[in-house]
C-alpha cells in the first residue's frame, strides 16, 4: 500500500463521516429544544466546514435549508472520484 493509497482512504474516511454526521444532523435537527446544547453543538462544529464549502461552491445560490442536500451531493461527487482513482 503506498502513500498515495494510505491518502486517497483517508480522504474516503473523512468524506464518508462527513456523510454521516450531515445525515445524522439533518434527522436528528427536528428534535432539538436547546440548540445551545452540546449534543447539538457537535454536530454543528462537525458539519458547518462542510456547508461552508458547499455554499461557496454553489455561490449562494441555494437556500440554508437545501445545504445539507447540497453538501450530501458534493460528497457523493468526492466519493466517487476517490474510488474510481483507487481503482486504478
Do not use: Y
Given at each position: 500500500?503506498?502513500?498515495?493509497?494510505?491518502?486517497?482512504?483517508?480522504?474516503?474516511f473523512?468524506?464518508d463521516?462527513?456523510t454521516?454526521?450531515?445525515?445524522?444532523?439533518?434527522?436528528?435537527?427536528?428534535?432539538?429544544?436547546?440548540?445551545?446544547?452540546?449534543?447539538?453543538?457537535?454536530?454543528l462544529?462537525a458539519?458547518?466546514?462542510?456547508f461552508?464549502?458547499?455554499?461557496?461552491?454553489?455561490?449562494?445560490?441555494?437556500?440554508?435549508?437545501?445545504?445539507?442536500?447540497?453538501?450530501?451531493?458534493w460528497?457523493?461527487?468526492?466519493?466517487i472520484?476517490?474510488?474510481?482513482?483507487?481503482?486504478?
Open positions: 500500500m503506498g502513500a498515495l493509497d494510505f491518502l486517497l482512504r483517508a480522504v474516503l473523512l468524506v463521516t462527513a454521516w454526521l450531515i445525515l445524522a444532523r439533518a434527522l436528528v435537527q427536528p428534535l432539538i429544544r436547546n440548540p445551545k446544547g452540546a449534543f447539538w453543538q457537535v454536530f462544529i458539519t458547518e466546514p462542510v461552508r464549502v458547499s455554499r461557496l461552491l454553489s455561490a449562494g445560490r441555494v437556500p440554508e435549508r437545501w445545504i445539507w442536500l447540497v453538501s450530501l451531493a460528497l457523493t461527487v468526492v466519493r472520484v476517490v474510488k474510481l482513482q483507487l481503482r486504478l
